[in-house]
């Protein structure tokens, strides 16, 4: 039997804010426990929330990238439920009216090539804080400094059919959020969560199968693997004739297993109110044009300006835009006079090298731009260059004063050249003979002895011409 | 002020002072580079008003010794205008209650007869200004907490509009219903703190920026004032004295030149039954932090967290409060919010419907009964919750539909003082208030009535 796989994903991003949802803490990562903590975010008697604005600002904008309508009026509601590091004992989120609603944007399927992906909704909620089993032996500590920390929730719509297609919508909702400058989205640093739904049913069928839930994945790759997991799992019940059941599951990446999670992990009524300390969230719909309007330019418009703008090729355009940095630095460069096509290469060949090894560009566009000007004059050769680039990487020097320390910059003196082309004939007299006598070809190898004996500097566009004035006997 | 507080201690009102914070209290007024509107007022405040300097119970065991990181902002707002805080007083647990019985802490007694309670929850303060302790003090109101023991009591209670004072610093009991209000000997008394507290707060989101509350001088008359009966306050069954003393104050009013008209505030019985959801379902999430986590009194307990949770709130919470947390999860719970959450919110809207087309039809204030009947003993309704919420009758509307309403003592009976109510329109207090102080400089509040 063939089977029909439906996933939707939800992720939690945390809002790029300097100071929590509801008070004036910061949100600095990796601070010693429970330090970054007042009276309101751990929910000491009689303190109140005060909305974060640009929290509301940073939630509007992640929701008009994914294309859903912000809404004018929503609510923030309490869900209620006791755990040791919930401080209030409800968490402040949005329920039945939220700020936004109905996006929906473009991901790349392996299986089905371009395909539209929804987005039921997108709202503000206030994270909790961390239980620690590990610090204290037989006991639980709780660290409060996430508590109240802003987040944005953002459900998908059951469009995945595989693992693979819900690793490429994380990729692309992680690519936009990250353009937008709504969210880090580091899942090291806890600024980006996944909670997984699944379910399967026989290819054709249009009633839902039964769904799972898996949650609390720490990377895009083992969204990928436990989904595979739980899709191979719930196929293997259905074959033998069983159901499957609704339950929420955790992955171990060790074992590649899901496993249920307690029942009373998992099944709560939370009650949920509107949450009377906090008025309607009320948005102008100037404030809302406003935010649409500090969107930057979003991936796939970017992607289609490089590529008609600057001559690139689809897939270069696609790499180039793949981050948001990545895109920044090579306008940078070619703004700084480089010709666009060498930009890409240097940046997808040299440039990328040290960028997937730090995350940043260790040589400013003006200097790339310079260097490349440098082999396009011919001063450098390519191959020379990457020395210059590399030396440029580490020390931060200008690119000509690099060559020249380096001794990298090509030789363009007719007496200079003429002395090496002099010792290659003198060395080669056979080679130099079969020329003459016809062997045109051996011009190559001639020529390479030349910039051999210069060891790389001589210039090609004059060695060139110098050898073959010899050859033809002048 | 220490020798009368000993004086009073009898009345179990207060909870938390001494002589020394009353000294550096006084101290630290009379340092202040300028003399304040409340320059060395001595002002109570209830209980569940955090404190810096006293420990905030709120009545309750399972804040026993718990003090306060912060002053509250209407705690501030005196301190700034040269109150001195005089004490921390006596009220039902979290203020859940209507006579200061439901107190870890021993019921208040009433000023005038020990047997009788002083209503509540804001007891203790109101018993403080009623035996002259102090001319005024801080209270705070979810159903008619203010109005209601200052009815009791025989003095001045007001409510404000909600939204006018700031709740930050204020326990959370009901948050959309929750008011600090005010206890004073007479209006002016009150006035002048209800004057200093309020305002904007950038700490609570649900103030209004609103002009400050100005205190004005009565007028000379009521005429051009349409005082409003609303008939459902005044029930056939109504008590003799009350209505005796309610009809003397509509004789008042109108030899004072006021138009009284009789009137329908419909849906006036749902009050008490639509309090008595929506109060309890914010309650018990208000109380869920209250868990022995973090702060406050922790119950030793074997096992898992669960077990720490039960042994803490069963013991450190009393019969009123545990009652009200179960209600309040039960009416949001799966299956019963839409019968009951839902409808009682649909209710609280056709309450303040009622409200405001009685004030758009040309009425300028209400006027009924602040409490149906005087205190009662104590013991008296313990063990019939029902028949203690029906004390909040005609008080919890004003909660409900966030309007601001004063009570003044006008009469006696058999010895016990009898308020009366008046009901303003958002924001109005300020001509409410002058024409309380108008009435209240023509009743002899005192006077035994005769029905």
Known sequence: MSWETMIGLEVHVQLGTRSKMFCGCSTSFGDPPNTNVCPVCLGLPGALPVPNEQAIRLAARGALALGCTVHQRSIFARKNYFYPDLPKGYQITQFDRPLSTGGRFAIESAERGAIEVTIERLHVEEDAGKSLHDRIPGKTAVDLNRAGVPLAEIVGGPDLRSPAEARAYLTTLRRLLVYAGVSECSMEKGSLRVDANISVRPAGRSALGTKTEIKNLNSFANVERALEAERARQQALLEAGGTVEQVSLTFNAATGQVRPMRSKEASHDYRYFPDPDLPPLVLSREWIEDTRAELPELPAARRARLASGFGLTAYDAGVLTSERVIADYFEAVAASGADSKSAANWIMGEAMTGF?????????????????????????????????????????????????????????????????????IAAHPREVDRYRSGETKLLGFLTGQVMKRSQGKADPKGALPALQRRLEGQ | MGARLAAASGLNATLAWSGEALAAEAARADAMPARGALHGVPVAVKDNIVTVEQPSTCGSRILAGYVSPFNATVVERLRGAGALIACKTNLDEFAMGSSTEHSAYGRVLHPLDPERVPGGSSGGSAALVAAGVVPAALGSETGGSVRQPASFCGIVGIKPTYGRVSRYGLVAFGSSLDCVSVFGRTVSDAEGVLAVISGLDPLDPTTADRPPLEPQSPPASLAGTTIGIPREYFPADLHSGVKAACDSVIATMKELGAKVVDLSLPHAGYAVPTYYIIAPAEAAANLARFDGARYGARQPADGDVRALYRATRGKGFGAEVRRRILVGTYVLSAGYHDAYYNRAQAARARIAEDFTRAFASGVSYLFTPTTPTPAFKAGEKTDDPVAMYLADIFVCSANLAGLPALSIPIGRFEGLPVGGQLMAPPFAEAGMLAAAALLERHLDSTREVSP
Not at chain 1, 414 to 420: I, K, P, T
């Open chain 1, 356 to 424: 997937n090894e730090t995350g940043r560009f260790a040589v400013t566009p003006a200097r790339l731009a310079g260097l490349i000007a440098l082999v396009a004059e011919g001063i450098v050769s390519h191959q020379a260059a990457k020395k210059v680039y590399v030396d440029m990487a580490a020390s931060g020097g200008e690119p000509r004063d690099v060559a020249v320390r380096l001794g990298l910059v090509q030789v363009r003196d007719e007496g200079a050249l003429a002395g090496w082309v002099d010792e290659v």
